[in-house]
């Protein structure tokens, strides 16, 4: 009797939507989406490196560095000689200390994109934040249209591109790269914002590789989604293990055979690629803290100056994540009213006041934080619009296939929702979630008005221009805020802005009180005494650092009468100097350079004021050994604080009692001393906007 042969079941054919289609019949399409994308792009373009490379300076600087700007260089730097932990001093308060050395928080990945550079100069060290944010914003907007057009070829198949949705595709992204938190961090180009900005570029590059293993699995997509998620890892913890559980999920995908019998080898691949990232990331977290997973928030320094960090860690169980802060996490950043609108340029900013805490939380700290939906009100709408679209019982075309990387990408987000902290930047991890949905929102909604004639087509362009054009608005607009980080130039332009372009009068806003208050909503502006003082308020609130609010630090300076800020030039004429050398005396205090650590200088402050504040210190920032510095001293009696920059940088900051005056204590020019000082003050300091706005009022 013959053998009974049996044949393996046949694949299903494909169907049209898997059908790949000859290039010549998807170029046109192509080409149009790719215009309107750039369009959109090239609109945004032109404030987004205002923001980032000027931003009320007298010019731009594509390398304009703001403090603190160099942790990643000298996490860099420790690379070099094999090891992760950073110079005594180089990271104040932020540092993490374990086996006697000095750790950061933040990822390797920006660190290791700062090696090529550093290698051949140190003449760039602090100074390629700005750079390096140009490039996450860039990454993020290539990836960002890859994925839209992946996923309508994956919804939608080979439909027609009219011009209207490539439109809407160009306006999309314009709303990704302008009218999104994204533009907020370019706005301050430190450390904190760098760290956010490749957060988001990494997660959706990721995305879209895991989409693309799920779509068509090859070795070549596997590799890129694994690389993609190490370098999400090594950059950002929480949206990193989103992309590892992402990975994970299409792993069990493959092993379930949902994505075909022939692709059940893939499983084992894709167990590596979410495996060996969170591996690699748990190693680098040991090798700094002892510990895998999570930070040893009691090891940091600021729980050692700041009583209230340690309260709030015992207060949460010695963790800086709970579900306890989702009730104030939540409505932080989405609650529909979260912005402040007024006749005051830019006319939409933050709320005036820090975000509050609900259900009884003990909260870390929090600022003035706008909300997502109505300053993203394009983004939020469509990606909600997107989510629920990919989870109905029956999506058009392959959109199932953008459940397991919806999941991936909202799993990113639990982090800031636990997070003890609440800050503008933290929406950068909402970013990828809803650049996600919210490009499946689009797609399904130009599929359902397909037939519907031109004016439903008309009706949703200009629906989303409204939103988008509202979206850019708020955004550049709380972009443009002042904050702690501006300098006088700065804020002494953005001021005369508002006097220009304000519906309402800048002058009738204005204070005018005999002391400054320790608080004050955002963006107000206060006139002490006979203007020996133009102060304007950030809204942030101080409270729990007793020593940062009996210095008004909710305050930024605009203009200040003479008296109140010194230049001194000082040369160093010696190796080492032999003994702390006083510059300049306020009343009772004195403030000295003196010899610091190896081949560095410092200033020190003795007799404040006030002993018992141990934060900020009366100890400065190791500077440099140099032959010659230009030190500027404010010595302000409405702030009582004392602060001086070198090169831009600030090197000291403490509380001042006394009302001065202050006096630069010149070397005589018949003295020969290893130290010389010379009072190189610009008499010529004015007050004359702090009058013209008092006057006004």
């Known amino acids: 009797m013959g053998a009974v042969v049996t044949l393996p079941a046949a694949e299903p054919a494909p169907t049209p939507l898997e059908q790949p289609a000859p290039r010549r019949s998807r170029s046109p399409d192509r080409r149009r989406f790719t215009i309107a994308v750039v369009i959109g792009l090239v609109v945004v373009v032109i404030p987004y490196l205002w923001v980032l490379w000027d931003l009320w300076n007298p010019g731009p600087s594509g390398l304009r560095p703001v403090q603190p700007d160099f942790f990643y260089d000298y996490q860099a730097r420790a690379m070099f000689h094999g090891h992760l932990y950073l110079p005594p001093g180089s990271l104040g308060i932020e540092a993490f200390l374990h086996d006697g050395q000095q750790f950061t928080y933040f990822g390797i990945f920006p ?144 092993a379930l055979g949902r994505g075909g019998a022939a692709n059940r080898r893939w499983a084992v691949p894709m167990v590596g690629v979410a495996v060996v990232p969170f591996a690699i990331g748990s190693a680098v977290t040991y090798a700094k803290f002892g510990i895998p997973i999570g930070l040893p928030m009691a090891d940091q320094v600021w729980a050692e100056v700041n009583a209230h960090r340690r309260y709030f860690l015992a207060a ?77 019982p029956r999506p058009p075309g392959r959109m199932a296939l953008t459940r397991i990387v919806l999941l991936a990408s909202a799993a990113g987000i639990a982090g800031v929702l636990m997070w003890g902290y609440i800050a503008d930047r933290y929406m950068a991890d909402f970013m990828p979630f809803m650049i996600l949905a919210g490009a499946i929102g689009l797609i399904e909604l130009w599929r359902r008005i397909l037939n519907r004639g031109r004016r439903w087509h008309e009706l949703a362009l200009g629906g989303i221009t409204v939103l988008a054009a509202f979206g850019l608005v708020a955004n550049i607009g709380i972009a443009l805020e002042p ?65 940062q609010q009996l210095m008004h630090w909710t305050w930024v300076p605009v203009e200040q009468d003479r008296g109140i800020v010194h230049t001194i030039d000082v040369s160093v004429n010696e190796p080492v100097i032999p003994q702390p050398v006083p510059i300049l005396t306020y009343g009772p205090t004195t403030l000295y350079l003196e010899q610091g650590a190896s081949n560095t200088i410092r200033l020190q402050v003795v007799n404040a004021g006030a002993s018992w504040i141990t934060f900020p210190p009366p100890i400065g920032a190791q500077i440099g050994a140099l032959r010659s510095y230009e030190f500027r001293v404010m010595t302000d009696p409405n702030m009582h604080v004392m602060q001086a920059w070198e090169a831009g940088s600030t090197v000291l900051t403490h509380y001042l009692a006394g009302s001065g005056p202050a006096r630069v204590l010149p070397t005589p020019p018949t003295v020969r001393s290893p130290v010389v000082v010379t009072d190189a003050t610009d008499p010529g300091r004015h007050i004359g906007l702090c009058r013209s706005l008092v006057r006004g009022a």
């Open 111 to 254: 660190s290791l994109l700062r090696i090529p550079v550093l290698l051949v100069t140190n003449r760039l060290d602090g100074r390629l934040t700005a750079p390096s944010l140009l490039l996450a914003w860039l990454v993020t907007c290539v990836f960002s249209s890859l994925l839209i057009w992946r996923l309508r070829f994956l919804i939608r198949g080979h439909a027609v591109l009219g011009r209207a949705e490539a439109a809407s595709y160009g306006i999309f992204m314009a709303t990704v790269g302008g009218g999104s938190v994204l533009i907020y961090l370019a706005a301050t180009p430190y450390v904190y914002n760098e760290d956010f900005a490749w957060s988001v570029a990494l997660t959706v590059a990721s995305v879209f590789a895991l989409l693309g293993v799920l779509e068509r699995p090859s070795w070549g997509r596997v590799a890129g989604a694994g690389a993609l998620i190490l370098a999400t890892n090594l950059d950002r913890t929480p949206t990193g293990w989103g992309c590892v559980i992402g990975a994970g999920l299409v792993a069990g995908w493959f």
């Open 316 to 392: 949460n169980g010695g963790k800086a994540f709970s579900p306890a802060f989702l009730p104030s996490t939540i409505v932080a950043y989405l609650q529909p009213f979260g912005i402040h609108v007024s006749g005051v340029f830019p006319f939409i900013t933050t709320p005036t006041a820090p975000a509050a805490a609900y259900a009884g939380a003990v909260l870390d700290q929090t600022y003035p934080t706008a909300s997502i939906p109505p300053t993203m009100p394009l983004l939020f709408l469509l990606s909600c619009w997107g989510a629920v679209s990919a989870f109905l």
């Open 483 to 547: 904050t702690a980080q501006f300098n006088n130039n700065q804020l002494t332009n953005y001021i005369d802005a508002q006097q220009s372009l304000s519906v309402q009068s800048l002058a009738s806003t204005v204070h005018h009180t005999a002391t400054l208050p320790y608080w004050a909503p955002e963006g107000q502006l206060y006139a002490i005494g006979d203007c020996s003082g133009l102060y304007y308020s950030t809204g942030d609130s101080f409270k729990n650092v007793p020593g």
